[in-house]
């Protein structure tokens, strides 16, 4: 039978989704960086709420939603754009800045659809390596700003590394692209977990955007919704590319909810940054297993053969994810992680 799309599509690989039955494993999913407790009450009682209200012949609004996100992230609601998930958000950056044959620098290894949006859009893609320990690599994406990138992607933190890079250092770079005339992108789908943003030098820097989650640390991957911050301009120009009604209601909802109960968000954080995550790390330093240090809830690291230790992990009650010759674990609760431990002992 004929293919009747476009050359570059045909010659692509789809991005891999999470394994089918993933949502009837009954052990714990710590393979795709999601929250690993149910949701704040507040948000299913939310969604209750709008349910009962019986209106879901009428299209979305959004104006509520991106006023609490823009007091949440310290901007003008005209700087918010909802999008479904932050996928959304990536997908409308290429389509609105760039076309057929422009440089995308993409630090690699790195979130795989970054590189599946640069395809669609036919872009140039270079890849300046990180480095073994997981350090950017500054010197090489300033070298190709020079060269005439058109748009820079920072992942902070990086997945799968989990390592980030200062606020001045995006600063750096995106004065560096502002005088070639090149855009910055920073996503930062881990951000309620290393705290580092540069949403604020997007009042300084017009060239700079950045995406935002409610997949991770607020748990909503369900619902598809993320958020993107810029320039008005910016805003703008993307708003031309999204659909007036991309977002569901359910989503918004659950969104506004979870802005409402940030003590509960903070708690949750807090356990798995600052006493499970440093749980495990003196877990794999005391058994000499190499890791990269995180500023996100997943950790990195090496081991013998990691298929054959993710499937056994597997059997024992945990989806692990084999990355680039090594492993990565979400990391969960104080109690989830004691688990993990025990079981990898016996692998």
């Given amino acids: 039978m004929t293919n009747l799309a476009n050359l570059n599509i045909q010659e692509m690989k789809p991005y891999s989704p999470p394994l089918e039955g993933r949502r009837s494993y009954e052990g714990k999913l710590l393979d795709f960086n999601e929250r690993t407790v149910p949701i704040s009450r507040k948000v299913i009682k939310a969604l209750k ?63 795989a659809m970054f590189y599946q949006c640069a395809q669609v859009e036919q872009n140039e893609i270079i890849k300046p390596a990180y480095q073994d320990d997981g350090s950017f690599p500054k010197t090489e994406v300033l070298e190709e700003i020079e060269k005439g990138a058109k748009l820079i992607i920072i992942c902070n933190p990086n997945n799968p590394t989990g390592t980030a890079i200062s606020l001045e250092e995006i600063e750096e770079i995106t004065q560096k692209a502002l005088s070639k005339k090149a855009m910055v992108y920073v996503d930062e789908a881990y951000f309620e977990f290393c705290k580092i943003t540069a949403v604020n030098l997007t009042k300084q820097y017009p060239n700079l955007i950045v995406t ?19 320039s008005l301009q910016n805003i703008e120009e993307m708003l031309k590319v999204r659909g007036p009604y991309d977002i ?11 802005l409402d109960d940030i003590n509960s968000l903070n708690k ?42 993710t499937e056994k992990l597997k059997k024992m009650g945990f989806l692990t994810r084999p990355r680039n010759g090594a492993i990565r674990v979400t990391i969960g609760t104080v109690k989830q992680m004691k688990n993990f431990i025990n079981q990898f002992k016996n692998v």
Wanted: with cysteine.
């Fill in 268 to 309: 949750y954080v807090d356990e798995v940054m600052n006493k499970a995550k440093p749980m495990v790390e003196d877990f794999f330093n005391k058994n000499r297993i190499e890791f990269i240090p995180s500023r996100a809830n997943f950790l990195l690291f090496k081991t013998d053969n990691p298929p054959d230790v």
């Fill in 49 to 111: 709420g709008f349910m009962k209200k019986d209106r879901m012949q009428i299209y979305p609004e959004y104006e509520d939603l991106c006023e609490k996100i823009a007091e949440y992230s310290g901007v003008v609601p005209s700087q918010v754009m909802l999008t479904n998930g932050s996928d959304q958000g990536i997908d409308l950056i290429f389509r609105t800045f760039t076309t057929k044959g422009s440089k995308v620098v993409i630090p690699s290894p790195s979130f």
């Fill in 248 to 258: 569901n209601m359910f989503a918004t909802k659950a969104a506004e909810a979870s």
């Fill in 212 to 230: 935002r989650t409610f997949s991770k640390a607020f748990g909503l991957a369900a619902l598809r919704i993320g958020y993107t911050i810029s």
